[in-house]
């Protein structure tokens, strides 16, 4: 969203935010991928396939810019 406004004839102001990941959906960072076996070929690692993080949610940045 970006919005400007005029505070006399050569002064202005430019109003600017940026949303990310405005509607929350989760992004995984990782995934537990490592397979274990014993000596029997047993797969031995309780952890697999389990999500080990996620990125951030929301964030937003906000800025003006006065110019004259």
Known sequence: MKR????????????????????????YSSVNSTAQFDANG???NAALGTVNGARASRRSEASIRLTF
């Open 4 to 27: 400007e406004f005029k505070i006399r004839e050569k002064v202005r102001a430019v109003f600017r935010m940026d949303s990310y990941n405005a509607f929350n959906h989760t992004q």
């Open 42 to 44: 047993n797969q031995v």
